[in-house]
């Protein structure tokens, strides 16, 4: 007896293919933790967003916005506070668009001018995600620009 495939049996392949890939996912999927990162998180998520929310309106209403310039000749990032906000406190979150092992943070550490000066020499090429956390006389503020390093 010779053996024939025909439509009838590539059907039965597929449909046995499917149910077989359908029971690993689920066997896979029991295997995975599906818990949130702490408790009421929810309500820890709301209350995170209303804090950016005031810091970003803090930061809006300054009459000099914290200035965050990329030199590329010098290959140097300037932050450049307010002249008329002292003692400043914080840190700069340097973010790598597509590799979080190169990601650095940065304490804030002005000089007298309110400048800080962040060399990227040895800083991988691409897009940077510049985020200033930084607080001056009890309010908090969120500074964020995107920049481009060659």
Do not use: C
Not at 40 to 47: A, K, L, P, T, V
């Amino acid at each position: 007896m010779k053996f024939k495939f025909h439509w009838g049996w590539a059907i039965g392949v597929f449909y046995t293919s499917f149910v077989a890939a359908m029971v690993y996912f689920v066997i896979y999927s029991k295997g995975v933790d599906h818990s949130l990162v702490r408790d009421n998180y929810y309500d820890y998520d709301i209350g995170y967003e209303k804090l950016i929310g005031e810091k970003r309106r803090n930061s809006n209403a300054l009459k000099t916005p914290v200035a965050i310039e990329y030199d590329k000749v010098n290959e140097n990032l300037a932050i450049i506070f307010p002249p008329d906000i002292k003692n400043v406190t914080g840190q700069i979150w340097l973010y790598r668009v597509n590799n979080e092992k190169l990601d650095k943070k940065i304490n804030i550490k002005t000089d007298s001018a309110g400048k800080q000066i962040i060399n990227f020499d040895n800083f991988a090429g691409g897009k940077w995600k510049v985020n200033i956390d930084w607080a001056a006389g009890g309010k908090q503020y969120l500074d964020h620009k995107d920049i481009y390093v060659k």
